[in-house]
């Protein structure tokens, strides 16, 4: 019960119905922090390709939302496009996503890291998976996985 009164809560944050105290300049800081994000997480590498994230447009400016939670904190979501409905590395994509952003984020934020809806075959469990603080961490212990997402999250020279 308590997750779907978390989720109601959400859903009318996100629609706007609860923004009324927010300050008029409230949603262009949003849109600046937004872009700031995109352009942290757009040069990530693709762990099978030599593009990058941007490049094979498995994210894109409006992947980004931001949304003020309080005058230092905001919720970040980024919602992103395997380049195919079965992608085996969907995971370790977001994945990379979750570390580039935990590293590189210059201010107070929640992150939340969804595949775009109808887009991968197994989007519910990866979601679940990319957004588990525990299995992520467990993930990062790995050392196999850890390097490749350190080759994945690295700006190049």
């Not at 409230?26 to 099978?48: G, K, N, S």
């Not at 949304?67 to 370790?92: G, K, M, Q, W």
């Amino acid at each position: 019960m308590a997750l779907l009164g978390g989720l109601l809560g959400r859903l009318l944050w996100l629609s706007g119905l609860r923004r009324g105290r927010h300050a008029p300049g409230t949603q262009a800081m949003e849109q600046d922090r937004a872009l700031e994000v995109y352009d942290i997480i757009r040069t990530i590498r693709d762990p099978e390709k030599p593009n990058t994230l941007e490049e094979l447009e498995v994210v894109t400016e409006s992947c980004v939302e931001v949304h003020e939670i309080n005058e230092d904190e905001y919720l970040v979501i980024i919602r992103f496009t395997p380049t195919v409905p079965h992608c085996s590395l969907a995971t370790l994509i977001g994945l990379c996503l979750r570390i580039k952003l935990q590293r590189c984020l210059p201010f107070k934020h929640k992150l939340e890291i969804y595949i775009s809806e109808g887009t991968h075959s197994t989007e519910e469990d990866i979601n679940k998976q990319i957004n588990d603080k525990e299995r992520v961490a467990a993930a990062m212990e790995n050392p196999n996985l850890r390097e490749i997402v350190e080759q994945c999250v690295t700006e190049p020279d």
